[in-house]
């Protein structure tokens, strides 16, 4: 799967080829053939594949109950906080997951539908809904629940995507722990403006407390 996800991400599907997914896998192309019935198959397959490992980075991010008081707004915005910082670091470790959907994306295809219902828009609408009472509490920034997916993805992505590009211009490796972190701190401050930063060390309990509950 990582082969063939590195190689979809590098080559979109039309310039992607099992050839070279099996060449990069270290494996014989009729052993893909045996497991998969087309590239179609292994480009689906590929797909759950990065967004079970997204779903899974994301899975220690604990939402709490809406009641519309002060302290639960405060509550969902240390939530989507942290759930920035999680997406920031799958981005850096996962590029292609962005680069997969922007070769989907400058298209109309049946593909771009099936990725859209299944991955995209379950993400997309899950945004949207935290993001109207953090707006409406004044913690996030004025941008229109619509925008903010694309703020976000991009915003996050975009460094890991463009990694030759990042290094030429900052002259720092952008896959460095301490550059994606202060990357993360960067977007959280940029998106919840309003919102009061805990200490360093109170998110490394949370941290903590997040690893426990998925083991």
């Known amino acids: 799967m990582d082969a063939a996800l590195v190689e979809f991400g590098a080559k979109g599907f039309t310039g992607a080829s099992t050839r070279a997914i099996a060449r990069r896998a270290n494996a014989h192309q009729p052993q893909i053939n045996y497991h998969f019935a087309s ?17 899974d980075a994301m899975g220690g991010v ?6 519309g008081r002060r302290h639960d707004v405060q509550a969902l915005a240390d939530a989507f906080a ?12 996962h590029p292609e997951l962005n680069r997969i959907v922007v070769h989907e994306a400058t298209a109309a295809s049946e ?13 997309y609408e899950t945004v949207r809904a935290l993001w109207r009472p953090l707006r409406a509490a004044g913690i996030a920034a ?4 619509k925008l903010v997916h694309y703020v976000l993805v991009g915003a996050a992505s975009l460094p890991y995507v463009n990694a030759p590009e990042a290094r030429l211009l900052t002259g720092a490796e952008p896959t460095d722990p301490a550059w994606v ?4 701190d960067a977007l ?18 949370v941290a903590f407390a997040r690893r426990r509950r998925t083991k």
Do not use: Q, S, Y
């Open 142 to 145: 004025p941008i229109d629940e």
């Open 181 to 184: 972190e202060a990357h993360a």
């Open 82 to 93: 942290e759930g920035i910082r999680c997406f920031v670091r799958f981005a850096a470790a």
């Open 111 to 123: 593909r771009l539908r099936w990725m859209t219902k299944r991955h995209v828009r379950p993400f």
């Open 62 to 67: 604990v939402v709490p109950p809406r009641t």
């Open 39 to 55: 590239k179609r198959a292994l480009w689906n397959a590929a797909l759950e594949h990065l967004f079970a490992l997204l779903g």
């Open 188 to 205: 959280v401050a940029t998106l919840l403006p309003g919102r009061t930063e805990r200490p360093r060390a109170a998110r490394r309990e």
